[in-house]
């Protein structure tokens, strides 16, 4: 396509002929599913159940590690002056414009922790060093606890969380500006101050992602110990990122706006670049599980024996969650990416879905299993079950509902691709 005919297309993913107003849709979906979900909390606040705000954890992390990993995929893409992506890059600059939006989202969790009655930390249970453990000590009296009581604090975790928002917000609003700053005026300087932001972005980013995952979902149980989960976190987010990425860039085809512009060689990069981390994933779960089975500590094991055994060692339901998570968010998307054809079109929309259905499987395997302590006075307990709730359904669409609102409102005020950016004629015509 020729770049003259690339700047007669429209500027938002409904297209020149869809009169429908996507944005009103999709805040208003959001906005009573969040409604749903802090009835949850609500319920959670006077029966000290814990299972509405795990559901809303999951729900946020669902879309935050989809808006991270975009969001170091545009910092990727500008450090090493990557051509053919600039066409997709102003679909992710839309896309992490919802982080703003995820750090209020994220809110909830921090005024809980602060205001429930006593402080009881029922989400992070080191909160409370009153909290029982099994066997009939408090987590005051934690070894453990102890020796990490100078990390894990309500005033430090909430100054840190408070940092990484600053971070990811801080980068995204700066690269947003930047590209759309160019799209006005056409400084090249613009290129440059982007360029480098991102040089130094990726690190802050890491350094906070890292810092995040292991506040937010390891200190879940906080017992555990592993030196890879961080790891863990941003190979996830990158495979969300980019199955995400492909949708939007597939729909705004089919909706006129792409139409022409994003081709076979978008699609077959990002095709590989799905395939390279799902890859990563897989060898990162698996480092992390060798890793600990070879070592055999109990400070370790128990995080992979909860996921995998009951108390009387009959396989859980973790169990099967762990299976499939080998066979069907490994494995077959795996095989899949491998054969060329399946990069493009249908096949690799399929293999987006695929892989953001069982992205949720990882999640609840993550964040959800825990010891509950059946009776204080003895070391016997259970494990929470496998199961979807009401309130991780609604965050999820609420959450979704907000972000996917975000974006379309961003992508209402500028091109649906950077018609200012020296490279846009090379990500144009990029072949494979």
Partial sequence: MSFDRAQQFGNTVEGPNDKRNYPLISLTVGIIG????????????????SRPLLGWLMGFTYWFMASIGMLFLIMIFYVFDSGWSVVVRRQMEHGVGAIKWLGLMFLPLILFSWFYKENS?????????DNL??????I?????FQAKSSYLNLPAFTLRAVLYFVVFIGLAEILRFCSFSLEKDGDPKWM????NTSAIGIILCALAATFASVDWYKALEYHWFSTIYGVWFFAESMRAGIAVLLLVCFLKVSKGSLKGIFNRCHSHHLGCLMLTFTIFWAYISFSQYFLVYNANIPEETFWYNIRELNPDGTKSSWW?????LVFLHFLFPFIYLLFYKNKFGRRVIFISFWILFFHAFDIYWNILPEKLSVDPDTLGYIVRPFGVSIWDAS????VGGICIWAFLTSAAKVKSIPIRDPRIEESINAHE
């Fill in 34 to 49: 969040l409604f749903v979900s802090f009835v949850g909390i609500y319920i959670a606040w006077n029966s000290g159940d």
């Fill in 121 to 129: 930390g029922i989400l992070w249970s080191w909160m409370n060093p």
């Fill in 133 to 138: 453990l099994p066997g009939g000590h408090t």
């Fill in 140 to 144: 005051g009296e934690d070894s453990i």
């Fill in 192 to 195: 440059h101050i982007a360029h």
């Fill in 320 to 324: 099967w969650v762990s299976m499939t």
């Fill in 395 to 398: 965050t999820f669409i609420g």
